[in-house]
């Protein structure tokens, strides 16, 4: 792997991943180091994370990849042996054709400021390795880290809670009987929401904006429970400034909040502020969870809450206005391809896998 790639496709202190490929390159794939030894490799709980990520079905790119993984090396007898682990996922279905030479840089795409920082040398080609393809050995990883996760009783699990001005109900704030059997039908459902009337206005806000040639974007909320109490720090490594960083490493997230995130500034405290009491067995638990289980950088034992929000997909086929690099003209681009007309259906398996990689790597950091 070259220097670069190190640098800044890597993510991790305890168990470091480092992805590699671009989206019409011959594969695309991730190296995990410091992945504890001796948690079972669940194969088809693996596959089923990478199919709900994978491009095809009613509301997502027609771009067909079976997205099978090839793992080479830490994983012996069914179980992670400690040893580095190496994923590859071979590209199978690009149409580079659509692509041309790319001197018309696609507005919101990352083509312009790649283009000024390698000096028009990068294969731009399908967004490169920019693209959002790079999420599929992103959902690998993570669902190794939700293996790990789930050995300790901790569950993720997240929906679609917006889609244009579609909007479904949120998780219930507190665990209750219903949370489990909630998780389990958003994992299974090909289109996860909590409430089906509101599944059915988000489908017709995207078939809208897909018939006009448009997109839209996405809100997405995630839930974790089965947290200990003070996992996380103060100031750099607390729940909230490691989970963000990794979050953001999505193409299309723009924006990250916990519990009740931006509607704190119209709270006063007295309304903010996460009471306790004792219940009938001792234990010490949370009367509200406006903080999204965290205080002060650690875990409260409430159910841990993000809400992400993911532009739209910036590839649309409407005239959009852009600049010739070779010419020096302006002109106007209309986009060929195949493409997402609300990546937020596809990006739940990621926000899911780069919320468990955030928490492993917390969790390595009380051993």
Same mark, same amino acid.
């Given at each position: ?11 991790? =202190? ?14 695309? #794939? ?5 992945? @504890? ?62 692509? #041309? ?67 479904? %109900?949120?998780?219930? @704030? ?28 988000? =489908? ?17 909320? %995630? ?25 953001? #490493? ?60 993911? =532009?739209?997909? @910036? ?20 986009? =060929? ?31």
């Amino acid at each position: 792997m070259d220097t670069e790639r190190e640098v800044y496709s890597s993510w991790g =202190k305890n168990c470091r991943i480092t992805i590699f490929g671009r989206s019409h390159g011959p594969n695309i #794939g991730v190296r995990i180091e410091g992945f @504890p030894a001796g948690i079972a490799y669940d194969e088809e709980f693996i596959l089923k994370m990478m199919a709900r990520r994978a491009p095809g079905g009613a509301f997502a790119t027609k771009r067909r990849e079976p997205d099978l993984p090839i793992v080479s090396g830490g994983i012996k007898d069914g179980f992670t042996t400690g040893e580095a682990i190496e994923m590859q996922i071979v590209n199978t279905n690009q149409r580079s054709r659509d692509y #041309g030479e790319m001197v018309l840089p696609r507005p919101s795409h990352a083509d312009y400021p790649a283009y000024v920082k390698y000096g028009g040398q990068a294969d731009m080609r399908g967004g490169g390795h920019f693209s959002g393809r790079l999420t599929a050995p992103l959902v690998f990883a993570g669902a190794l880290a939700m293996l790990y996760l789930r050995e300790k009783g901790v569950r993720i699990a997240s929906h679609l809670l917006q889609v244009g001005n579609a909007t479904d %109900c949120t998780f219930s @704030p507190l665990e209750n009987a219903e949370t489990m059997k909630v998780f389990d039908e958003l994992f299974s459902s090909d289109f996860p929401v909590i409430d089906k009337a509101a599944g059915e206005e988000m =489908k017709a806000e995207i078939r809208r904006a897909a018939e006009e040639g448009d997109s839209v974007g996405a809100r997405i909320e %995630c839930a974790v429970t089965g947290l200990p109490v003070g996992l996380g720090t103060h100031m750099f490594r607390g729940v909230e400034g490691v989970l963000s960083s990794i979050l953001f #490493g999505i193409p299309a997230v723009k924006g990250v909040q916990f519990g009740e995130g931006f509607r704190f500034p119209a709270m006063r405290g007295s309304d903010a502020n996460d009471g306790y009491y004792y219940n009938e067995q001792g234990q010490v638990c949370l009367r509200s969870n406006h903080c999204g289980g965290i205080a002060g950088g650690m875990s409260t034992g409430a159910p841990l809450l993000i809400q992400v929000a993911m =532009k739209p997909t @910036p590839s649309i086929f409407l005239p959009q206005e852009t600049v010739n690099l070779k010419t020096g003209q302006n002109e106007t681009l209309v986009i =060929k391809g195949r493409h997402d007309p609300c990546i937020g259906l596809r990006a739940l398996p990621g926000v899911e896998a780069a919320v468990a990689l955030g928490l492993l790597d917390l969790f390595e950091d009380e051993k």
